[in-house]
């Protein structure tokens, strides 16, 4: 029986889910109250004292507290009359704001369900209120009457209302239109000639504010009125005030959707609002423009002015909203052409000084490169470059320079015809001396390789800047790269006797440690005598005319030698940039044997490398430097110093041939991998929006359900931003479905939780299972972690055997697993007993819902990695035995995803290291590292290693990992 009702449950359930809109709540709700510390709620016999005082200040006190006690649940009934009695006679205009307050929130109606007497009483205040002198109170009370919902106190008030769209103020007019629109949208019947009426309003109006209300309500009401406005003042459209020009704007858009043969009729009244002085107007205008028509001039006109729109806004979500729309417009196949050819207006948006619009611009100029724009663009880039030098000042100027080298690299990659223009003006970077310039000069050093890789033509041309600048390189990363391009490239015998000569002058005398204790014993040696101080006697003439004598003891400045960079790092310890360096005069002494030197040439070339790696290595094991040189190293000098001794075949081809051909396989595996993103790219661009043999609707031959099902107006926008048109199938609705009582419980609840972005939605059915009817039953949630619930469920009355539907929303802050919880209070009708509690079901929110699968460099990766802090370190424990099923189970699990090439995963190996990425909606990053191996036993051993900029993220993925990895599947 139970089983029975369990899936009679869920049917039910299915079915409300499947038609019913997503959070259409029961009542309307207008008042939105701050809950200030100060509120203590008061016996309603001292309240009723405070209102019957004289002073409007008490009276207003007293107000304030009824309306937060009415607010929180208390109902006050008595009040009605103390307050019709007493407060409404008060012409104090406090106490009329507030009372407008307590009319919104009191209970109008009784136990029986008719409106109550005293609301005829209340009905007499609001038509006196409507002819008040007070422009104020008139204005407020018509405000007001567009919340109230009971045509039997509007009925008598209408006489009134319709009066004050004659009054003289501008404030009481226009709140006389929404009202009137409002009355007639919900009750024709009470204005039948509300259209009437108001479009004789508008013609004699002169107030824009006032126009506009009345406008607006035309355009809803009764669109041939409106578009009759139209027409008598459509040349006149650009001189209007911005908040009416809005309203033209909407109801352009809304007629061109019903009908597209009034678009032409339109069309130049918007490409005049494209120069409104109002970004708002031009924005929207802009958006209009792209509905009216797809021509080539409009998409250049829009791309125009949202670039201009950019460039005079100052805030930065304005600016990145504004590029979005480019990115749309861009992403339109038909606008390629035209978009490119305004590729220089978009640049322009790197004027900007906030580094994330930069980045979004030179994302999107990236898709607009062509061979036909690429040189205007790198000499753009490059004065762009050029200006970080003179800007140090500023906060985000390294981050902004490494932007532009890396995409300098790109467009080089690319097009090799502008190689030769950027790779000059990068390796002037290569001896940037600011520790903040350090990134971008290793992203230059990474270009700077693959230039001599792909470009042969300048190889001679890179090879004699980057040996004539390696003296000035002061970063050891920079350096260990440039000695390696140097021992690769370097091919004539010319250029190998420059490079030695040029790695000998940045190592200063040799042998090192040699030099260096003789220096530190001529420092010890002459300090004495240095320290000796010198008399220095003159002559002075002083203020009287006399002649004295001056005696002054002087001390010689001690003058320090400036010890070149490469002897810098070896002092301070980095013996890593030793082995590069050992490595590097290796393949320069063993290639300048097959060149045209003399045995005796070949003989001296050898032996000065081979001096120079000794001499490093004896530094090394000595205790002058900072750190001694670490085993690795130290054993990667010798095993070249034995190469250089004793030279076969096979260790010539390891260093002179393998090294190239790796660095050619690894060039390649990552153009496949940028090749492969650019595909999938264009593949989720080119979706195909329609099959070949799909029937064509024609707007004409529609009903009018059917025409507004395809009208793309406010209200299907805004669906769409909350998800709830979202296509779901049904198995993955019921998944969503969360139990939160039981079958025996007095009061069944489930919950439907839909997750969109940063809302939470919750669907909540209540099932009264007794026989008896439950009062103020009330839904209490609570949240735990980064959730806020936004509103507070209102209380409702099930009957016997009734089902009720609470809507909830729950706004999400940050990407962290959180808790829902909460339980249901009622009262059982005719009892006397306290209230009763049903306790629910805690809610665990998926992570996993906020996390997407994304991609980024191998250098953003380790940059990344070392400026998180946050580390969550996971034990492998799995029953799997393949290495590759377990990395696939970790991706489904966590939605990362793996950026080490398919390439390097291949083959059969006992260990696997993987790096993962993933991006929530919040814009945080997770990284994950992946190292396993197979155990003796076959079992899968390692750990997984999660860093995140914030602390809840990390933590989350760890324990989704440990919850799941016991999971075969």
């Not at 709700?29 to 004292?49: F, T």
């Not at 080119?686 to 043999?693: C, F, K, P």
Request: aromatic content about 6%; charged content about 25%; proline content about 3%.
């Amino acid at each position: 029986f139970l089983s029975f009702v369990f899936l009679a449950f869920h049917f039910f359930s299915l079915l409300l889910l499947l038609n019913c809109q997503l959070l259409t709540m029961d009542q309307s709700c207008y008042a939105l109250l701050c809950d200030s510390d100060e509120y203590d709620p008061v016996l309603e016999q001292d309240l009723r004292k405070q209102l019957e005082n004289s002073k409007a200040s008490v009276k207003a006190n007293a107000l304030k507290t009824a309306i937060m006690m009415m607010m929180n649940g208390e109902k006050l009934p008595s009040l009605l009359m103390t307050v019709i009695r007493f407060v409404m006679p008060c012409d104090d205009h406090l106490v009329k704001k507030l009372l407008l307050l307590f009319w919104e929130i009191v209970p109008r109606y009784g136990p029986d369900g008719k409106l109550l007497q005293e609301m005829i009483l209340v009905c007499d205040a609001y038509r006196k209120d409507l002819v008040h002198p007070n422009e104020f109170v008139r204005g407020s009370t018509l405000r007001f009457l567009c919340k109230l919902k009971e045509p039997e106190l509007l009925q008598p008030l209408m006489p009134s209302i319709q009066d004050c769209l004659s009054n003289r103020h501008a404030y009481v007019r226009r709140n006389a239109v929404l009202a009137i629109y409002t009355i007639f949208k919900n009750f024709p019947t009470l204005i039948p000639d509300a259209p009437e009426l108001v479009s004789n309003f508008l013609k004699n109006e002169s107030d824009s504010s006032c126009k506009r209300n009345a406008f607006m309500m035309l355009i809803h009401a009764d669109e041939d009125r409106a578009l009759e406005y139209l027409a008598s003042c459509i040349d006149d459209v650009s001189s209007f005030n911005d908040i009416l020009q809005l309203v033209i704007v909407e109801l352009v858009q809304k007629v061109c959707r019903h009908d597209a043969s009034k678009r032409s009729r339109f069309i130049r009244s918007i490409y005049n609002l494209l120069d409104s002085n109002s970004t708002a107007v031009r924005f929207d205008a802009a958006g209009a423009l792209l509905t009216l028509t797809s021509a080539p001039t409009a998409i250049t006109a829009v791309a125009k002015c949202y670039t201009d729109l950019i460039m005079s806004e100052g805030d930065n979500n304005v600016k990145l909203i504004v590029l979005d729309k480019l990115v749309k417009l861009n992403d339109n196949p038909n606008n390629e052409r035209v978009m490119q050819d305004l590729c220089m207006d978009v640049l322009k948006v790197l004027s900007a000084p906030d580094l994330t619009v930069r980045t979004k611009t030179i994302s999107i100029v990236m898709q607009l490169v062509s061979a036909r724009n690429v040189h205007e663009i790198v000499m753009f880039l490059q004065k762009e470059l050029a200006k970080t030098s003179s800007q140090e000042g500023y906060e985000k100027n390294a981050e902004y320079r490494q932007l532009l080298v890396r995409t300098l690299h790109q467009l080089g990659v690319k097009y090799p015809d502008v190689a030769s223009t950027i790779v000059p003006q990068l390796m002037e970077f290569l001896s940037d001396t600011n520790s903040s310039a350090a990134a971008s000069a290793y992203d230059v050093i990474v270009f700077v390789r693959e230039a001599f890789e792909r470009l042969p033509s300048l190889r001679a041309e890179m090879l004699n800047t980057l040996v004539a600048s390696f003296g000035q390189i002061s970063v050891a990363k920079v350096a260990r790269s440039a000695l390696w391009i140097i021992g690769e490239f370097a091919q004539e015998k010319e250029d190998l006797e420059t490079a030695l000569d040029e790695i000998k002058r940045c190592l200063g005398p040799l042998p090192l440690l040699e030099t260096e204790e003789m220096e530190a014993q001529d420092e010890e040696d002459g300090t004495e005598a240095e320290q000796k101080p010198q008399m220095i006697t003159r002559t002075r003439i002083t203020a009287d005319g006399t002649y004295a004598t001056e005696s002054v003891y002087t001390a010689p400045e001690k003058q320090e030698v400036e010890k070149p960079e490469l002897r810098k790092m070896l002092l301070s310890g980095d013996f890593f940039v030793g082995a590069a360096l050992s490595a590097s005069l290796t393949k320069l002494a063993l290639k300048y044997k097959h060149t045209s030197a003399s045995p005796a040439d070949v003989n001296r070339f050898t032996a000065t490398a081979m001096m120079v790696m000794a001499s490093v290595l004896r530094l090394g094991k000595s205790s002058i430097p900072e750190k001694q040189a670490s085993p690795d190293c130290q054993d990667r000098i010798m095993s070249c110093i034995h190469v250089l001794a004793h030279p076969t075949p096979e260790l010539e081809d390891l260093f002179t041939k393998q090294c190239h051909t790796a660095l050619s396989d690894m060039l390649e595996a990552l153009k496949g991998q940028s090749d492969d993103l650019f595909t999938a790219s264009k593949k989720k661009q080119a979706v195909v929006a329609a099959q070949v043999d799909e029937g064509i609707t024609f707007r004409a031959l529609c009903t009018s359900e059917e025409e507004l099902s395809m009208d793309d107006d406010a209200e299907m926008l805004l669906s769409k931003a909350t998800g709830a048109d979202a296509e779901e199938d049904k198995s993955s609705k019921l998944s969503k479905v969360f139990q939160l009582s039981g079958f025996s419980d007095p009061v069944y609840v489930e919950a439907y939780v839909v997750v969109n972005q940063y809302d939470i939605l919750l669907d909540v059915l209540v099932v009264n299972q007794t026989s008896d009817t439950l009062q103020n039953l009330t839904l209490e949630l609570a949240t735990l972690g980064d959730l806020k619930l936004t509103e507070k469920p209102q209380s409702h009355t099930l009957g016997p055997n009734d089902f009720r539907n609470i809507k909830a929303n729950v706004k999400v802050s940050s990407t962290e697993t959180g808790i829902i919880f909460g339980n249901i209070v009622y009262d059982v009708s005719g009892a006397t007993s306290d209230r009763n509690c049903v306790i629910l079901n805690d809610i665990h929110i998926d992570i996993m819902d906020y996390i997407t699968p994304a991609f980024c460099t191998e250098t953003e990766f380790r940059s990344m990695w070392v400026e998180f802090e946050w580390e969550n370190k996971v034990a492998v424990r799995t029953s799997l035995t393949d290495l590759t099923a377990y990395l696939e189970q970790i991706q489904k699990t966590t939605n990362m995803n793996c950026l080490t090439p398919e390439s390097a995963l291949k083959g059969d190996c006992n260990f696997l290291a993987a790096n993962l990425y993933a991006k929530s909606v919040f814009g945080e990053d997770a990284l994950a590292n992946l190292s396993i191996e197979k155990g003796a036993d076959g079992q899968i051993v390692g750990h997984i290693r999660i860093r995140a900029k914030t602390q809840g993220i990390a933590l989350s993925l760890g324990d989704k990992i440990t919850l799941h990895q016991q999971d075969n599947k």
